[in-house]
């Protein structure tokens, strides 16, 4: 569960700002939306082969 403690002085707008970032890194969107739909095995391979592509792709493009 992601809470946050409101500071003396602090508006709700920053406040709720904070919670967002909180949100969004602790990754329970990306989390939820994994499990609300089910993805086939060859799929998960599939794409697991694409993202290591890709990030062989970025490391090779900072070594060089």
Do not use: C
């Not at 403690?5 to 406040?15: T, V």
């Not at 970032?21 to 095995?41: A, D, M, N, Q």
């Amino acid at each position: 569960m992601i809470g946050i403690a409101l500071q003396e002085n602090e508006s709700i707008d920053k406040a709720l700002r904070r919670f967002k970032k909180k949100y969004e890194r602790s990754g329970i969107l990306k989390e939820f939306k994994k499990r609300t739909f089910f993805v086939k095995p060859s799929m998960k391979k599939r794409l697991e082969r694409i993202k290591a592509a890709r990030r062989q792709h970025r490391t090779d493009m900072m070594n060089n």
